[in-house]
């Protein structure tokens, strides 16, 4: 890493579904405007659309395009989201030819972030950071945590989704255990505690900027 690089921190942002990691983060981002964020689905969207995935994609699953071409995202999440081993493998092959072209994209947008003098921090904001290896990417990981009843009735009323579509979403990733045990903090992000935990995640990332945070200590 250049000079510039090794004093930019990346932190990886992970939750439990419906926690508002995206909230808090999106938060702290207008708070602060030298932090930088990164949104994994954003990237995620548009590698969708690029013509070789789209290709292979097209083959492994058949038709799961828009009349104007595009990606039918919820026909495809049909398909790879659910409780069977079918669902199981088709979210693997999915995985497998999405994952490995967005941390190109993901890697090449940090770089550019890091040469920008007027960084501060990046904060890498994505839900399968840990399946999808994109953890190699950052200097620590912060995992934000919601109790789950306000956790489902928050999907449930911005999503449209319902009660099995969350626990079948949820059961695609890793548990929550997993994730909080590999995280370097934790931020709770309770109905009607939003401001505290923007203001947890603000102090977190200056310790982990001070010479007090032991980036050996850190959980791969």
Not at 1 to 12: A, E, K, T
Not at 39 to 48: C, K, N, R
Not at 130 to 150: H, I, L, M, R, Y
């Amino acid at each position: 890493m250049s000079s510039n690089q090794s004093r930019v921190p990346v932190i990886g942002v992970v939750g439990a579904i419906g926690a508002g990691k995206s909230s808090v983060v999106q938060e702290l981002a207008r708070r602060c405007p030298a932090i930088r964020i990164i949104d994994a689905d954003v990237v995620g969207h548009a590698v969708l659309e690029e013509p070789e995935v789209k290709q292979r994609l097209g083959h492994l699953f058949g038709n799961i395009f828009l009349p104007d071409g595009r990606v039918d995202r919820k026909k495809l999440a049909q398909l790879v989201f659910g409780p069977t081993e079918k669902h199981q493998k088709a979210l693997r092959q999915l995985e497998s030819i999405v994952h490995p072209v967005m941390g190109c994209r993901l890697k090449e947008i940090i770089e550019r972030y890091r040469s920008d003098q007027s960084t501060e921090a990046v904060l890498l904001d994505a839900a399968v950071l840990f399946e999808a290896g994109w953890n190699k990417f950052c200097d620590a990981v912060v995992f934000v945590d919601a109790p789950t009843s306000q956790r489902m009735a928050r999907i449930v009323n911005s999503r449209g989704w319902s009660v099995e579509e969350f626990k079948n979403r949820e059961l695609s990733q890793l548990s929550l255990e997993q994730k909080k045990g590999r995280a370097d903090f934790i931020v709770l992000n309770a109905d009607g505690e939003k401001d505290k935990a923007v203001e947890e995640l603000r102090k977190f990332l200056t310790q982990l900027k001070s010479s007090t945070f032991q980036a050996s200590k850190r959980k791969k």
